[in-house]
């Protein structure tokens, strides 16, 4: 191990490249795109705190050192041994109160950090602690001086990041992950978070090759800092605001707030179906999908600034649209995670609804905020289909939701039709699995919703998700609760056609269609819920509305699976050109 580790070579060492070493990356040179990657990485500690970095010698890490000892704003220092390292840098990090790094080689040097690591953790001491790494390639098949260090310390650590070899296109999101492990370190509790950095051959820098200065970003002040001087004079300042809400269940008044707050500032209210936000709320806009399928009103509707809430967006126009802006954004987040893949947030800033926001926004905002109505307003005005097809379906179930319901939409293809074609509705409390959006567990989740409200509960999923769940209706039957689900039975896994996929294999049906044949009335009888098929849009309305009175009740509406991609495709052109 010292040998590798203090310089000596190895038959892996010395070899030429191979097909696992390239020698172009986008561009850049496997070694310039090595400084790169430990330039922004380096970069972003900085800016979150570490003036000090305690390196023990190595290879592996030379990339890290290297980009340690090129900033005059850390002071390195040279420790022979990674166990008197790793203590010398925690005697750093308690005396200064600030978080203080320390690096290492690949192999068994990390193991040595375990103690001072385990003393961090417990003492609340924010240790930064980096470990180079062998590349994937040379895992797994007796390479020297490689050993699994993902996940090495365990529970000791606050957080944990193993990052990917260095990549040209993630240098920003680095920046911002590195920022967000400084936090977790510097926050309370506060304590260790590890980083294992792999990197490739070569790792000395070439002769005269330039170093091209990190991205910069915003990210990690803002986390542990916000400052609401700066929202509000943007607020002042903003020509053209946008509040943009995604998914939130809590009951807090949020609905009430946000939207007094659009009609004080003159913004309008982006409400998703799922941000509790949007029904009851009439001035609310829900139509942004559609709306953004206009390019003509896309391009001339951009942002300055926007005040985001919730969670992250269902559908992907309105977000991509968002990033591509150019608009100051400020996210308010209940638990402090963060919705912004691609680091376009400002300040990501604590949020109750109970204090009013400071700022006010300019007058001509009353304007804007009304051409966003007026937009709407058109959309809302073209006749609605009688048929019983999937976008209908979505608009029929809310509008026939009595007020106050509790209400969960499964994901894929029911979250999207409900936040796309139910735009009004009576006031009603929505639940969403937004997290990671998976169809497992949905019905499950909806019965709790159900024992948790004591209530009776609306449910909208596909067959899909209700046949992955078939166990959650025992939970149903064996506790009497009061749950209205409603399944659109394409039979299969009908978000999959709007997939490029669908065009493009022979395997499609076998693969993503996957059709499953299964009467569902069994699932009914499973359970000794009512089944329900309702003939046409009418009934479909009647029935949910009168299952709602309390017991177990599915209702099936059957709907075509190919003939569904061209009525969402129709019907959003349809919109758009209302726009």
């Known amino acids: 191990r010292r040998c590798g580790r203090r310089g000596g070579f190895t038959l892996s060492d010395s070899r030429k490249p191979g097909p696992f070493t390239p020698s172009e990356v986008e561009g850049a040179t496997v070694a310039n795109l090595n400084q790169r990657w430990a330039a922004t990485l380096i970069g972003a500690l900085v800016a979150g705190g570490v003036r000090h970095a305690v390196i023990a010698p190595g290879s592996r890490s030379t990339p890290l050192a290297l980009a340690f000892a090129d900033r005059p704003d850390v002071k390195c220092w040279s420790v022979i041994d990674e166990r008197s390292a790793a203590f010398f840098a925690l005697g750093l990090s308690k005396s200064t109160g600030t978080p203080a790094a320390v690096v290492c080689t690949s192999g068994t040097a990390g193991a040595h950090f375990l103690p001072a690591v385990m003393e961090a953790g417990e003492g609340g001491a924010p240790l930064i602690v980096l470990t180079a790494d062998r590349p994937w390639e040379l895992h797994g098949f007796g390479a020297p001086q490689t050993i699994p260090q993902v996940g090495m310390f ?4 606050r957080a944990a990041e193993a990052l990917p070899t260095p990549d040209a296109a993630g240098l920003t999101h680095l920046a911002a992950v590195t920022a967000r492990l400084v936090h977790v370190a510097s926050s309370a509790p506060r304590g260790p978070v590890h980083f294992n950095v792999p990197f490739r051959e070569p790792l000395a ?14 990210f990690a002040p803002s986390l542990a800092s916000p400052d609401l001087s700066i929202v509000s004079a943007a607020i002042a300042g903003a020509k053209r ?33 799922a941000s509790n936000a949007r029904y009851g709320f009439p001035e609310a806009i829900g139509v942004l999908d559609t709306l953004l399928r206009n390019q003509r009103f896309a391009d001339s509707m951009k942002p300055d600034v926007v005040l985001r809430f919730g969670g992250g967006l269902t559908a992907k126009g309105p977000q991509a649209w968002l990033d591509g802006c150019d608009a100051r954004i400020f996210q308010f987040t209940d638990d402090g995670f963060p919705f912004d893949p691609h680091h376009r947030v400002e300040q990501l800033i604590p949020f109750s609804p109970s204090p009013p926001l400071g700022g006010e926004g300019r007058g001509e905002g009353q304007n804007w905020r009304a051409a966003w109505s007026r937009a709407q307003e058109r959309v809302l005005a073209v006749k609605a289909s009688s048929e019983l097809d999937e976008p209908s379906i979505a608009r029929e179930f809310i509008t026939a939701l009595p007020e106050g319901t509790p209400v969960f939409l499964s994901s894929s293809m029911p979250i999207r039709d409900v936040d796309a074609f139910a735009i009004r509705g009576h006031p009603i409390r929505v639940f969403t699995n937004r997290g990671v959006n998976g169809i497992d567990g949905i019905t499950s989740t909806a019965l709790g919703v159900a024992a948790g409200t004591g209530r009776p509960t609306a449910l909208l999923i596909g067959d899909v998700a209700l046949l992955h769940d078939l166990s959650g209706l025992l939970i149903a039957r064996r506790h009497s609760l009061s749950l209205t689900i409603v399944v659109v039975n394409n039979d299969g896994g009908g978000i999959f056609h709007f997939l490029p996929v669908a065009d493009r294999t022979p395997h499609f049906e076998q693969l993503f269609g996957t059709p499953h044949g299964v009467d569902l009335a069994h699932a009914a009888s499973l359970a000794n819920a009512t089944l329900h098929r309702p003939f046409d849009l009418a009934s479909f309305g ?23 991609v061209d009525v969402h495709r129709a019907l959003f052109a349809k919109l758009a050109e209302a726009v």
Do not use: M
């Not at 509305?545 to 569904?564: A, D, K, P």
């Open 542 to 564: 009647r029935t949910v509305t009168s299952c709602l009175e309390g017991g177990l009740h599915l209702i099936e509406v059957r709907t075509n699976r190919t003939q569904n």
């Open 154 to 157: 365990g529970r000791y650590v």
């Open 205 to 218: 820098p070439e002769a005269g090759g330039l170093v091209i200065d990190p991205p910069v970003t915003k």
């Open 241 to 273: 605001g946008l509040i943009v809400c995604g998914p939130r269940e809590r009951s807090d008044g949020f609905g009430e707030w946000v939207n007094a707050l659009g009609a004080r500032l003159g913004f309008p209210v982006i409400a998703e179906a």
